[in-house]
């Protein structure tokens, strides 16, 4: 097998996944996963998809990321991870797919109005 690419999106964060045969190493953005996310929520959700699919650390995964934020980075490298062993075992689909790993969260940021505060918020209105 080669190496198989995904791409995860989330908000406004894009990430290029690459996954290997290896043995569990991630690297997001040349750096590895516990340096470029603090907290360890963070490389949990990196980890959920090989937790599920019961694949710890018989995949190495290099990681191109940008825009959004953490949490948004994050869950567009699970994304892409996810849809990545997939691809690589089609039966992986039946542990993931409940999880909801598989679905790409299309929210967005609404955008602001002409006339308005913000996206939904208007400025305060008086009868005088």
């Known amino acids: 097998m080669s190496i198989v690419h995904k791409i995860g999106r989330r908000k406004t964060a894009v990430a290029r996944v690459y996954v290997k045969p290896g043995s569990g190493i991630i690297t997001v953005n040349r750096k590895d996963a516990k340096e470029y ?16 699919s019961e694949t710890v650390g018989q995949y190495d995964v290099t990681v191109n990321v940008f825009g959004g934020g953490n949490t948004g980075q994050a869950e567009a490298i699970r994304l892409g991870i996810s849809r990545a062993l ?43």
């Open 86 to 128: 997939c691809e690589i075992n089609a039966e992986f689909r039946l542990a993931l797919k409940p999880a909801g790993l598989l679905t790409r969260d299309a929210r967005m940021v609404e955008r602001k109005k002409p006339g308005q505060k913000k996206a939904r918020k208007r400025f305060q209105f008086s009868k005088r």
């Open 37 to 52: 996310f603090s907290t360890d929520v963070m490389v949990y959700k990196l980890n959920q998809p090989f937790i599920l």
